[in-house]
């Protein structure tokens, strides 16, 4: 096979004259065009990001349940109930249904929930650690497990924001501090 063999070396040959060449130092007008070219994609940054379309989300002032939401800062109640949507959405629906309906005799609604509007740290701390045993939901027991759910502070505020300002419960607006302090306990 001398074809090939010959075709190598002709390769290796331009593959060592190109090396060579590289070896050298480029001239000085490509440096400075090189570094030109460098600014000028550092200049070149991202516009801000686009703001997030907030869909079908009520806004609440003043309910007879009493909201403690203003106190609670910089990611407004409508940001975060959309925000918390997407996170119910994606984690917690598949059990608790859509509209919070839950599953008889396997998983307890979340939808105008005694047990969920008695204790809001207790809800912080069945996402941050789970829930297993038996428990009882607007007359109903349920004797399950709910393993923990591995989000953020801020994420669980925003589900539970989103779970608390939907379907009849009562409203609360559930801070990233508040999460936090939950979770400092364990
Ligand atoms: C794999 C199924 C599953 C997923 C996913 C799940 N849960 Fe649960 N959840 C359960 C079960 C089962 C219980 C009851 C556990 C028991 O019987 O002790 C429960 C109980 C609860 C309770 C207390 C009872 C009530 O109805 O008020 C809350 C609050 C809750 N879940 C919220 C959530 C939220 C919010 C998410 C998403 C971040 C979520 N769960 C994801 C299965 C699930």
């Given at each position: 096979?001398?074809?090939?063999?010959?075709?190598?070396?002709?390769?290796?040959?331009?593959?060592?004259?190109?090396?060579?060449?590289?070896?050298?130092?480029?001239?000085?007008?490509?440096?400075?065009?090189?570094?030109?070219?460098?600014?000028?994609?550092?200049?070149?940054?991202?516009?801000?990001?686009?703001?997030?379309?907030?869909?079908?989300?009520?806004?609440?002032?003043?309910?007879?349940?009493?909201?403690?939401?203003?106190?609670?800062?910089?990611?407004?109640?409508?940001?975060?109930?959309?925000?918390?949507?997407?996170?119910?959405?994606?984690?917690?629906?598949?059990?608790?249904?859509?509209?919070?309906?839950?599953?008889?005799?396997?998983?307890?609604?979340?939808?105008?929930?005694?047990?969920?509007?008695?204790?809001?740290d207790?809800?912080i701390?069945?996402l941050l650690?789970?829930?297993?045993?038996?428990?009882?939901?607007?007359?109903?027991?349920?004797?399950?497990?709910?393993?923990?759910?591995?989000l953020s502070n801020e994420e669980v505020a925003?589900?539970l924001?989103?779970?608390?300002?939907?379907?009849?419960?009562?409203?609360?607006?559930v801070s990233a501090a508040r999460v936090e302090a939950v979770r400092?306990?364990?």
């Amino acid at each position: 096979m001398k074809i090939p063999i010959n075709l190598y070396n002709s390769l290796g040959m331009a593959l060592i004259a190109l090396l060579m060449m590289a070896a050298c130092s480029p001239p000085p007008t490509k440096v400075s065009d090189l570094a030109k070219m460098q600014v000028s994609r550092t200049v070149q940054t991202e516009q801000g990001s686009p703001s997030q379309e907030l869909t079908g989300v009520q806004e609440l002032p003043g309910d007879e349940h009493g909201d403690k939401g203003a106190a609670t800062a910089n990611k407004s109640l409508a940001r975060k109930i959309a925000s918390g949507k997407q996170i119910y959405v994606n984690n917690c629906l598949a059990c608790h249904q859509a509209s919070g309906e839950g599953i008889a005799n396997a998983f307890p609604p979340l939808s105008n929930s005694d047990y969920l509007n008695a204790d809001v740290d207790r809800a912080i701390g069945i996402l941050l650690h789970g829930l297993r045993g038996e428990i009882t939901v607007n007359g109903n027991k349920y004797n399950s497990i709910m393993t923990r759910q591995h989000l953020s502070n801020e994420e669980v505020a925003d589900v539970l924001t989103y779970v608390y300002n939907s379907w009849d419960n009562n409203k609360t607006d559930v801070s990233a501090a508040r999460v936090e302090a939950v979770r400092s306990k364990h």
